[in-house]
Nanobody, 124 residues
Framework: EVQLVESGGGPVQAGGSLRLSCAASGFTFDDYAIGWLRQAPGKEREVVSCIGTSDGMTYYADSVKGRFTISVDNAKNTVYLQMDSLKPEDTAVYYC?????????????????WGQGTQVTVSS
């Protein structure tokens, strides 16, 4: 059974930091790219970052470049999203998702498996 389990969300003040974790199981981890996506109330789901688990190539949305850092621990089948200099507009439910043939990392439909999400709330 494919599982993607997010953790690390919560409330934080603007300017603060959080680190999200995504623990994956039930599929060949190295064959997939792992993305972090978010959805705020009333807004479409957007991809904020993605990493190739085998080659380490990364993608960042313009809105998070320079503030968020994605990384992978292949030994633990876990992907992290370090979020620094958080802003109120970063408030959303954050999901990790896995895609085997991710050609357009910014496209949410490229990802086949999804976690349940973790809430991030940034207060001003």
């Amino acid at each position: 059974e494919v599982q993607l389990v997010e953790s690390g969300g919560g409330p934080v003040q603007a300017g603060g930091s959080l680190r999200l974790s995504c623990a994956a199981s039930g599929f060949t981890f190295d064959d997939y790219a792992i993305g972090w996506l978010r959805q705020a109330p009333g807004k479409e789901r957007e991809v904020v970052s993605c990493i190739g688990t085998s080659d380490g190539m990364t993608y960042y949305a313009d809105s998070v470049k320079g503030r968020f850092t994605i990384s992978v621990d292949n030994a633990k089948n876990t992907v992290y999203l370090q979020m620094d200099s958080l802003k109120p507009e970063d408030t959303a439910v954050y999901y990790c998702a896995a895609g085997q043939m991710v050609v357009r990392p910014a496209d949410p439909y490229e990802y086949e498996y999804w976690g349940q999400g973790t809430q991030v709330t940034v207060s001003s």
